[in-house]
């Protein structure tokens, strides 16, 4: 509420705090028709918004337009701060006193809402209002408003910490599976060597085979070569028999059947008949050769049988025996003359042949029985060749068996390579990936760290943000100026009335990447300097700056863009402003002695308008 004569300038000043703090300012306009419906209208979206500045000129409050509604709604609607510029000469009527001073008193004028309307008012724009009036949700507004500053800040900070923790939690989970793979590429190398012995083994088996089987194959050869030349030797012992044999099977095969029967036939055959049939029949096994045996029996029963000459010429002398041989060679000595193959013809047709070929298997088996030993060596040796043949051909099944499997085991032990390399390969990348990461998460150890310091420390901040501002603004408004020690003291005292004795006015203000930012760009790392700057940059004054040492002009042009660093003494001091100015830029002036009287309105941030004229709801040009 400001009070005074006219003319001292205090709607330039509210406009002026209007403008500073980026406060949009409504002053109603006034028309012919103005009245109380009006006033009480404008104090209803008064009251609507919640935050409000009333300024009067000699203590006479004024009333609002109604055409004003829409830009209060959309101020309302962004938690925006309303400034009411009320003049004297807008009270037409003594009833607008009575509504604007309860208004100012207790921030609500009494009958104007029905209990609902406030409620669906402030649902109507998206507000959830829970407190009993109108100034106390203005306070929970303002500490809300305090608290979003906390949440930008917050939110990076979380996210950081979020995505870290996921990192971590990824590449635990990595080298689990890491793990996992290394156990699975140990078990498959162990699978693929086990096979690798198995391969290993079984071809040394197929080599012992082969060689054992090459052994054979020689030690068969050199018995054949053995029975060959042992064939041989019993071939030439045989070669001046085997004719006579021969003749004499053909002689016998050559006998007709008719003599045969008249052998038979006969009661009392001649003498050379009965000891040539006596020598037959013992060769064929019958040892009772007495005629009568052999008339009754015996010799009837051979003779008569259908193949008794096949029997004869495949009679095999090996049969022979060596009793056999002395009786048939006894008889043959003493009967020689039966034997005699004229004698024998003419005894009978068939009697000659079969004498012939008693005589040549008397001779076959005295030499057979001369070879025997040969031949027992050649049929020893036949033997030993067919079990060497069987043998070779259990090798050689053996080998096929062998090579078989060993092929089996090569394409399990490919099989296994190629699986184990490829799990190498994957588990290769995986480590590489581990590695990458868990470097990178332990390198943001230490920035984990703090970031979660900084978060509590927000947190607690966003708790007691009242308590935070009230000190810090108190700081940056009056510590600006003291040295370190008073500065020291009066901060001391007021954490200790607040009960924030770790509260710090310099990081509520200027996060760690900020006073980072700062020292990267020339800031002397000191905490006076860091202080000195956070006062610089949070004053709502054109600050003054006193450095011997002129880092901080410095400082400052490597710091904001678009800055112009500027000396007091130059002679286009001024110029250089006024281009600023125009063009946007921010002026650091360096080296300065004196303030010029033309530059405090600048200081000030003056501001001064042209343009039309506007008389109660129109706009209208002004002639010059």
């Not at 018995?223 to 045989?238: G, S, V, Y």
Request: net charge neutral; glycine share 4%; charged share 25%.
């Amino acid at each position: 509420l400001l009070a005074g004569r006219p003319g001292l300038g205090r709607a330039d000043a509210i406009r002026l705090i209007a403008n500073m703090h980026q406060m949009a300012l409504f002053t109603p306009k006034i028309t012919p028709s103005y009245g109380q419906k009006q006033i009480d209208q404008e104090l209803k979206n008064t009251e609507a918004s919640l935050r409000f500045n009333c300024v009067s000129r000699n203590c006479r409050p004024s009333q609002y337009m109604e055409e004003r509604f829409q830009a209060i709604q959309a101020a309302i609607s962004n938690s925006e701060h309303v400034v009411f510029l009320l003049e004297d000469y807008k009270i037409l009527r003594p009833g607008f006193l009575q509504s604007i001073n309860c208004l100012i008193s207790s921030g609500e004028v009494p009958g104007l809402f029905t209990p609902q309307m406030p409620q669906l008012l402030l649902q109507k724009r998206g507000m959830d209002v829970k407190e009993d009036t109108c100034q106390s949700f203005s306070v929970h507004k303002c500490a809300r408003n305090s608290g979003a500053k906390f949440q930008l800040v917050l939110y990076p900070l979380k996210a950081g910490v979020s995505k870290l923790t996921e990192a971590r939690e990824q590449v635990a989970v990595m080298q689990k599976k890491a793990a996992k793979k290394s156990k699975l590429l140990a078990e498959k190398q162990a699978d693929a060597d086990e096979a690798l012995k198995d391969i290993s083994k079984s071809m040394t088996g197929a080599e012992d085979q082969r060689s054992s089987m090459q052994q054979l194959r020689a030690a068969t050869e050199e018995e054949n070569a053995k029975i060959a030349e042992k064939k041989k030797h019993i071939e030439e012992q045989l070669k001046d028999v085997e004719p006579l044999l021969k003749e004499a099977r053909s002689a016998v095969g050559s006998i007709k059947s008719e003599s045969l029967s008249e052998i038979r036939s006969l009661r009392a055959p001649p003498e050379a008949i009965r000891d040539i049939l006596q020598a037959v029949l013992l060769f064929m096994g019958i040892l009772d050769t007495s005629w009568e045996a052999m008339r009754n029996c015996v010799f009837l029963r051979f003779l008569s049988k259908t193949s008794v000459k096949d029997e004869i010429i495949n009679f095999d002398a090996h049969r022979i025996t060596r009793e056999v041989h002395k009786k048939v060679s006894a008889l043959v000595k003493s009967k020689e003359a039966s034997f005699d193959p004229k004698n024998a013809k003419r005894a009978s047709l068939a009697a000659a042949p079969l004498a012939a070929w008693v005589t040549a298997n008397l001779q076959y088996s005295e030499i057979l029985e001369k070879i025997s030993p040969l031949e027992q060596e050649k049929n020893q040796l036949v033997s030993n060749l067919s079990k060497a043949e069987k043998q070779i051909d259990k090798l050689s099944k053996g080998l096929l068996t062998v090579d078989e499997k060993v092929a089996a085991l090569k394409e399990r032990f490919e099989g296994l390579m190629k699986e184990a390399t490829q799990i190498k390969i994957d588990l290769e990348k995986e480590q590489n990936t581990i590695k990458v990461a868990g470097t990178l998460v332990d390198r943001l150890a230490g920035e984990y760290s703090r970031w979660q310091v900084q978060m509590e420390s927000l947190s607690q901040e966003m708790d007691n943000v009242d308590k935070c501002s009230i000190i810090t603004a108190a700081f940056v408004t009056y510590l600006g100026g003291s040295s370190e020690k008073t500065r020291t003291e009066v901060l001391r005292s007021l954490q200790q009335n607040s009960s924030m004795h770790e509260f710090s006015p310099v990081t509520f203000c200027a996060m760690e990447t900020e006073q980072l930012n700062w020292k990267n760009h020339g800031l002397p790392a000191d905490s006076l300097s860091v202080e000195n700057t956070v006062v610089m940059f949070n004053s709502t004054q054109t600050p003054l700056v006193i450095d011997p040492t002129g880092r901080v002009a410095v400082f400052l042009h490597s710091l904001i863009e678009k800055s112009e660093l500027l000396r007091a003494a130059q002679n286009d001091l001024f110029t250089q402003i006024e281009f600023g100015i125009r063009f946007g830029k921010t002026i650091i002036v360096d080296d300065v002695t004196e303030v010029d009287a033309s530059l405090v309105p600048i200081f000030r941030k003056e501001l001064s308008s042209q343009g039309p004229r506007q008389v109660g709801t129109v706009t209208i040009p002004q002639h010059r």
